[in-house]
């Protein structure tokens, strides 16, 4: 049996540039990609008409593009947590490909994913394509604190590798 992979949308909604796709796309026989409508976000007062409009015109978009490649979108809505155990199981998926996301919501929620992959035996594959630098990396260059003004922010990422081409 060959090795089926999920690739999980958040922010990065294309397939250009999608370091994450593209690794999970490596050495997979099968990849099913979805977005996971989290009821909390649906459910904020933060998300306003324009806010949902925009995503469901890229959830389209998105979906288009990957029709045109024989594939398609899998919408799902639930808390992920309780998505990908099932997902897990029923499509026997092997290999989970994700955006890092640095913000405390994304990173909680993604060691809650981490681990229920985990169990499963199920690889978790991570890429930063959301920023141009590691922000991690650059808090650690800064003594565990964020630069507080653009010159130090130069500076320390001076001290980086330099920046990947983007991903085709």
């Keep these: 049996m060959g090795v089926n992979a999920v690739h999980w949308f958040r922010k990065g909604l294309r397939l250009h540039d999608n370091p994450a796709l593209r690794e999970c796309i490596r050495g997979a026989d099968t990849v099913r990609c979805v977005y996971i409508l989290d009821p909390w976000f649906a459910g904020s007062s933060n998300v306003g008409i324009n ?19 024989n594939s398609r979108l899998f919408v799902i809505r639930g808390q ?7 997902l897990f199981k029923e499509w026997s998926i092997a290999k989970l490909s994700i955006e890092y996301d640095s913000e405390p919501f994304g990173k909680e929620r993604d060691a809650a994913i981490k681990k229920l992959a985990s169990e ?3 690889e978790v594959i991570g ?29 320390l990422i001076s001290r980086m590798e330099p920046l990947e081409m983007p991903a085709d």
């Design 80 to 86: 992920p947590a309780d998505v990908f155990p099932r």
């Design 127 to 155: 890429r930063i394509s959301h920023t141009l630098y590691d922000l991690d990396k650059i808090i650690e260059l800064n003594g565990g604190q964020p630069p507080l003004t653009y010159k130090r922010f130069q500076t």
């Design 120 to 122: 499963a035996g199920v």
């Design 51 to 69: 806010r949902w409009r925009f995503l469901l015109q890229c959830l389209e978009d998105l979906d288009a593009n990957l029709r045109k490649l």
